[in-house]
């Protein structure tokens, strides 16, 4: 093993000591998704992502599902919003009486 390899193994052991294991991540990752975290955890979370890309893209997934999410309500409050017509109201009366 070169000099390299085990100086980066050192570092990744070093820094994993010092961070939230998985299982944490994920609860942090939802958390922080509503309340802000403080330093010391942002810096905690960001160095566990540097070593696991798993958690890494568990982050980015919910993130990106709230996004998605945030997106449809908006657009489902917009449409709540809107009106039919009253020719629509019409056809749609007669649709459902035309139905046995």
Known sequence: MSLKTRIQSK????????????AEMARLSSR??????????RIQM????????WC???FH?????RRIVR??????EYGARQELSQDARRRIKQSLASKP
């Open 71 to 76: 997106s449809t309500e908006a657009r489902l």
């Open 56 to 58: 890494q893209r568990y």
């Open 61 to 65: 997934q919910i993130r990106t599902l």
């Open 11 to 22: 570092v990744i052991l070093w820094i994993w000591r010092r961070v939230p294991d998985c």
């Open 46 to 53: 960001r160095l566990h992502m540097l070593i696991c890309a």
């Open 32 to 41: 922080t998704m509503d309340h802000p975290a403080g330093l010391r955890v």
